[in-house]
């Protein structure tokens, strides 16, 4: 038998209206915010990621699913990525479609994306090799901080729309590129004594990217790191400067966060501003929801014009986990048919194609059955097919152009004429 590629894996129908509705509450905080929607390749060149992402991120360095392409007689093939996030596919879009022209100073471009992502990752709960993000980029000439506050303050109300609680905001400033070298040979000095001690992970970190010795789980390598000098002693004025208005935005609109001096992202093209949002313990190791940050440089890395950016994405497979389980009930149940038609005799199967498409034309869910069969088997179908409703015909139903009605949650039935149906039923969707 063949099965799903690892840490790949089908999203099965019972758990599509836990899907939809994250989906359907991000468009709407979108819709009220003002972000419209833009659809990039999931391939690209593989130039643009390890421009844009950075050659030392372990992104780049070793997640990426990269091929040649098949190339023509006089040409070569050319090295292709599976999308591993989008961010610089939608810096790399608004540069080749000039979005930033005819825009005034303060104009930003809001956009939003959804869709599967590849990273080949280690899989184990909440995370795997094609995963799904929704996200945001605000793309502009502006750096106001009362940007990043504006996202936060949209992801604070659709976290608070899906009822997923005990979330933790995590902010922190990673300054510019030019005090980060600085701040990176502090640290590579402070680590340099350490090394023996710390594990090889953090080792090969401390070669390529020491910022990232700051993710480690190994418990020896953290009461190490806990020690080491953060990135927030080394700040510039300006970016110290941007940090405290942010955080005052944050103050204004009433946003609960942690200020976290060691929490650096795993993605090298973040300046100032990067945040994260944790989800409940619940989730494991894996319990960021939410990651984003600023990028000031990014437009620039990828040969566009000097262009501010701000933007996040958000898991929605760690999406759909963080959701309690009497909101992933309630979802499932809406989400079911409104009636199950169960028919005796061939007559009565006739009348009950006619029926369901009289149903249905007024806006009815309705599921009927193709095969006859005994009515205590049928109706036990019915149960299980969630439906709310049975709707119950043979001979005499149709003689008398009544049918019976049976609400399967409570077992009352009652026998109406089919526009008392459509009417009963409509109330109760
Ligand atoms: P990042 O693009 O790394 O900043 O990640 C943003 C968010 O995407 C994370 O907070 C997760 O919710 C989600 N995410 C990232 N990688 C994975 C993965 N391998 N599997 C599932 N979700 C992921």
């Known amino acids: 038998m063949i099965q799903t590629v690892r840490g790949t894996r ?13 989906e359907d509450v991000a468009r709407e905080a979108f819709r009220r915010y003002g972000f419209s929607e833009i659809r990039t390749p999931i391939f690209e060149k593989t130039e ?27 040409r070569e093939g050319e090295s292709l990525t599976l999308r591993p996030e989008n961010t610089a596919s939608v810096v790399r879009s608004y540069i080749q479609h000039k979005m930033f022209a005819d825009k005034s100073p303060g104009e930003v471009t809001k956009l ?32 106001d901080p009362a940007i990043e506050a504006e996202s936060i303050e949209m992801l604070d109300w659709f976290l608070k729309e899906l009822k997923i609680a005990n979330t933790r905001l995590m902010i922190n400033s990673v300054g510019e590129p030019a005090m980060r070298v600085e701040y990176l040979e502090k640290l590579r ?48 004025q300006a970016s110290r400067e941007h940090f405290e208005q942010f955080r005052a935005h944050l103050d204004a609109r009433g946003v609960e966060y942690i200020v976290n001096p060691r929490m650096v992202r795993g993605l090298d093209y973040y300046t100032r501003t990067a945040f994260e949002i944790l989800g409940s313990d619940g989730l494991g190791a894996q319990n960021t929801l939410v990651g ?15 262009a501010k950016g701000f933007g996040f994405a958000f898991g929605l497979d760690r999406m759909v986990l963080s959701l309690s389980e009497s909101e992933a009930a309630a979802l499932r149940l809406a989400d079911s048919p ?32 193709f095969e006859e069969r005994k009515m205590k088997k049928a109706m036990a179908q019915a149960s299980r097919s969630r439906c709310r409703y ?32 459509i009417g009963r039923l409509k109330i109760q969707q």
């Open 10 to 22: 089908d999203i099965l129908p019972e758990d599509m209206a836990l899907w939809h509705r994250i």
């Open 48 to 74: 643009l990621f390890s421009r844009g992402v950075g050659e030392a991120s372990d992104i780049v360095n070793k997640e990426m699913y990269t091929f040649i392409d098949r190339g023509r007689e006089d």
């Open 112 to 143: 939003y994306y959804a869709g599967p992502m590849f990273r080949r990752e280690r899989p184990q709960a909440g995370r795997y090799r094609q995963f799904y993000q929704i996200g945001a980029e605000v793309l502009g000439a502006s750096d």
């Open 189 to 236: 000095e402070a680590l340099k004594p350490h090394l023996a001690d710390l594990c090889e992970d953090c080792n090969q970190r401390y070669e390529t990217n020491a910022l990232r010795v700051f993710d480690c789980k190994n418990e020896k390598c953290r009461s190490i790191i806990a020690d080491m000098p953060t990135i927030n002693d080394y700040l510039d």
């Open 292 to 306: 984003g940050g600023r990028y000031d440089k990014l437009s620039e890395t990828l040969g566009g014009p000097p």
């Open 338 to 369: 409104d009636v199950y038609i169960v028919f005796m005799g061939s007559t009565a199967r006739s009348k009950s194609f006619l029926i369901a498409r009289d149903l249905r034309l007024a806006g009815l869910s309705v599921l009927v059955e």
């Open 390 to 421: 049975a709707l119950i015909i043979g001979d005499d139903e149709v003689a008398s152009e009544r049918y019976g009605l049976k609400n399967l949650s409570t077992g009352e039935q009652e026998s109406l004429g089919i526009g008392e149906i």
